[in-house]
């Protein structure tokens, strides 16, 4: 059964009471509220995902509740729970989606070190993934929402999961935050986008979700070899340019902005050796979508790059 | 029901780790939680690797027990790392600097290392050191809370055994510094002196001590049962536990453990540790040991201390709470006061708590956020 297949009040009910349990593959998380509108939220983002048995194991258990304290109830407040253990600030209950968004993410990170955790964009095409790592600020958002529309797969836009042994990229074509100026941005670029409401006056400013595209949800369960690893940056006035950075500086910009690099010791550093050791280096400038798009398209429509070059000794 | 019936699933588990391979999917389900929420997710996949199972569990946990390992074995080792960076940074101080709980398991290979996950580093030195080593430590990139205001300051150097918790500002660690076993202002009397009598040198960390085996069981045990919040309270109990069936076996360690109670004057802690081990976690020790601690707490006292304590060691998870578990944990916050404080003091600091609890949002842990 999908999120769509159930009604609206029954959707409600069912997350004030049990809580309802997706399938974000490869995690199933079981969600709690009391906050309707964030029940109407998830089935706008999450529609097309399966829904899972009440009985079958569950990752994790978060919950986002009105919060008990007098004064925080007062001023509206929700709270983010980790299977019983409340975590972050409480926020105005209409950034309840927001919330759990970055709650989902914290739980991943600081739990599943299955995979090697890295704070980047991931897209694919042509079976080959591009991954953006970068720190907030840097346009990495808006890129990957703009790519995510023009014949590239989104996997993720926040969190790329390294399978360490394989090598290979996953997924959860779970729903893109954009902040601020993004947002119209985004909407006149993307009419087609399906976007939640815009929450103002979070820590980030406003943020609003759109919701991943179809074919990226149907394919969600595909992961992608990398080739691309870039570092965007947004730079006012700036004509778009890529440029070929050093294998060392892709390096360091992945191991900077991953979650659990310091957890995985040698291995990690081996794994992240490997993946630069497959992949085109490349830092981007950038200050219009349009522009940017061009240069994607063309590394898109470049042979495969050939046998890698070898890695010094000391990185392999 | 049988006592082994009514037991959490965690502790059930970690008891004897062979019921794992019989559990479904849904156990598996909520003994992870348990397991989380307890701080013992380590020791649990530790036990998991050992008895050779964690490769025929049911697909779905072993990632998570994988992760656990692979978080507890990293937090060991950048343990090691972060104390002989202590080391140096403390080299000039005379000394010792000894190690307390998890650090000095860990640094010591004691039998609660496997799988042990902490959050900070106990570390304890003489009282007359005590400004020095703050110094030194300031000047090396450590630093308070910035939370912590006025009140907090005077409260830590004025009425604790230690100072405000220090963080490393670029490596993010965290460090507890003692100076005495409990509180000066503590009811018991006590002889914090004492544990200076005999540390004993870690291997490959010049300077740097653990507590002889009594004195390492004794001042476990008088944390556990002096603390007002226990939210590792079972992961401390089980630390207890494999203390004593670590120590046990060393020969003529139960009359030196006694002695040594009465010694420092801790017999009541060590009774409170012998008596809740056993009954929670059935550790072996022998039945005559209890008698040498002096009279037991009166029938009254002792029905409300088993009401609290069987409480409050429980898995810290929703699924384990008993009926009264607020009133319990109420109870023994104001119990590790009243050991703590002269009464006027008491009144006064749970008050100046409970206004700032009831006015102030409620506390959170601060997390990154992607």
């Given at each position: 059964m999908r999120l769509q297949d159930i009604d609206t009040p029954r959707l409600r009910a069912r997350m004030r009471d049990g809580g309802v349990t997706l399938r974000l593959s490869p995690f199933t998380v079981r969600v709690r509220s009391d906050i309707p509108h964030l029940a109407d939220d998830i089935a706008t983002m999450y529609r097309d995902f399966e829904l899972v048995d009440e009985r079958e194991f569950v990752d994790f258990h978060v919950a986002v509740l009105r919060s008990p304290h007098w004064l925080s109830r007062l001023q509206g407040r929700a709270e983010f729970w980790f299977d019983g253990q409340r975590?972050?600030?409480?926020?105005?209950?209409?950034?309840?989606?927001?919330?759990?968004?970055?709650?989902?993410?914290?739980?991943?990170?600081?739990?599943?070190?299955?995979?090697?955790?890295?704070?980047?964009?991931?897209?694919?095409?042509?079976?080959?993934?591009?991954?953006?790592?970068?720190?907030?600020?840097?346009?990495?958002?808006?890129?990957?929402?703009?790519?995510?529309?023009?014949?590239?797969?989104?996997?993720?836009?926040?969190?790329?999961?390294?399978?360490?042994?394989?090598?290979?990229?996953?997924?959860?074509a779970r729903p893109i935050n954009l902040k601020n100026a993004s947002i119209p941005l985004i909407r006149a670029f993307a009419p087609e986008a399906v976007f939640s409401a815009s929450m103002p006056n979070t820590s980030k400013g406003t943020v609003a979700l759109v919701r991943a595209p179809q074919a990226s949800i149907q394919a969600r369960l595909t992961p992608a070899r990398p080739a691309w690893v870039v570092l965007p940056a947004w730079r006012a006035e700036s004509p778009a340019a890529l440029m070929p950075i050093e294998r060392a500086q892709a390096f360091m910009g992945l191991a900077e902005q991953s979650f659990n690099y310091d957890v995985h010791g040698q291995a990690g550093f081996q794994a992240l050796g490997r993946l630069v050791g497959s992949c085109g280096c490349y830092r981007f400038e950038y200050s219009r979508l349009d522009e940017a798009l061009t240069h994607f398209d063309r590394l898109a429509q470049a042979a495969p790059a050939s046998a890698p070059d070898p890695l010094p000794e000391h990185a392999r | 029901m049988s006592a082994e019936r009514r037991r959490p699933l965690l502790v059930r588990v970690l008891l004897q780790p062979a019921v794992a391979v019989g559990l479904s999917l849904t156990d598996w389900d909520l003994l992870l939680r348990q397991a989380r929420r307890s701080n013992l997710a380590g020791k649990l996949a530790e036990q998991m690797e050992r008895g050779g199972w964690l490769d025929s569990l049911p697909e779905p946990v072993r990632p998570h027990l994988r992760a656990a390992l692979l978080l507890s074995r990293r937090q060991a080792q950048m343990l090691?790392?972060?104390?002989?960076?202590?080391?140096?940074?403390?080299?000039?101080?005379?000394?010792?600097?000894?190690?307390?709980?998890?650090?000095?398991?860990?640094?010591?290979?004691?039998?609660?290392?496997?799988?042990?996950?902490?959050?900070?580093?106990?570390?304890?030195?003489?009282?007359?050191?005590?400004?020095?080593?703050?110094?030194?430590?300031?000047?090396?990139?450590?630093?308070?809370?910035?939370?912590?205001?006025?009140?907090?300051?005077?409260?830590?150097?004025?009425?604790?055994?230690?100072?405000?918790?220090?963080?490393?500002?670029?490596?993010?660690?965290?460090?507890?510094?003692?100076?005495?076993?409990?509180?000066?202002?503590?009811?018991?009397?006590?002889?914090?002196?004492?544990?200076?009598?005999?540390?004993?040198?870690?291997?490959?960390?010049?300077?740097?001590?653990?507590?002889?085996?009594?004195?390492?069981?004794?001042?476990?045990?008088?944390?556990?049962?002096?603390?007002?919040?226990?939210?590792?309270?079972?992961?401390?109990?089980?630390?207890?536990?494999?203390?004593?069936?670590?120590?046990?076996?060393i020969e003529g360690f139960w009359p030196r453990l006694t002695a040594r109670a009465r010694r420092i004057g801790l017999t009541r802690p060590l009774w409170l540790a012998l008596r809740y081990t056993r009954m929670l976690l059935d550790t072996p020790w022998p039945d005559a040991l209890l008698e040498e601690l002096g009279p037991p707490p009166g029938t009254l006292a002792l029905r409300l201390l088993d009401a609290c304590y069987r409480r409050a060691l429980r898995p810290a998870h929703d699924s384990c709470r008993l009926p009264g578990h607020e009133l319990a944990e109420a109870a023994l916050y104001v119990r590790s006061h009243w050991l703590r404080m002269p009464f006027g003091l008491l009144a006064r600091h749970l008050l100046r708590k409970a206004w700032t609890r009831m006015t102030a949002t409620p506390e959170v842990p601060k997390v990154d956020t992607p």
């Open positions: 975590s972050f600030t409480p926020l105005p209950a209409a950034q309840a989606l927001a919330m759990l968004e970055w709650g989902i993410n914290w739980c991943i990170a600081a739990h599943a070190h299955q995979y090697l955790l890295i704070h980047a964009a991931v897209l694919e095409r042509g079976g080959r993934a591009l991954l953006m790592p970068a720190p907030p600020g840097s346009g990495k958002s808006t890129l990957c929402a703009a790519l995510a529309h023009r014949g590239w797969r989104l996997l993720s836009d926040e969190l790329g999961l390294l399978d360490m042994t394989t090598g290979l990229v996953h997924g959860m | 090691r790392r972060e104390v002989d960076l202590l080391r140096r940074t403390l080299a000039e101080l005379p000394g010792p600097l000894i190690l307390l709980k998890g650090a000095a398991y860990v640094l010591g290979g004691h039998a609660p290392a496997p799988g042990r996950m902490f959050s900070d580093i106990d570390l304890l030195i003489p009282l007359e050191q005590l400004p020095r080593c703050e110094t030194t430590l300031l000047v090396h990139g450590w630093d308070f809370d910035e939370g912590l205001d006025a009140y907090d300051q005077r409260y830590y150097r004025d009425w604790m055994h230690e100072l405000p918790p220090l963080h490393h500002k670029r490596r993010g660690t965290s460090l507890d510094l003692h100076h005495a076993l409990l509180p000066p202002t503590a009811r018991t009397p006590l002889d914090s002196r004492a544990l200076f009598d005999a540390p004993r040198a870690l291997p490959g960390f010049p300077g740097v001590f653990e507590l002889p085996p009594e004195d390492m069981l004794l001042h476990s045990a008088a944390h556990l049962f002096h603390e007002g919040e226990l939210p590792n309270g079972l992961r401390d109990l089980f630390d207890l536990d494999a203390l004593l069936r670590e120590f046990g076996a």
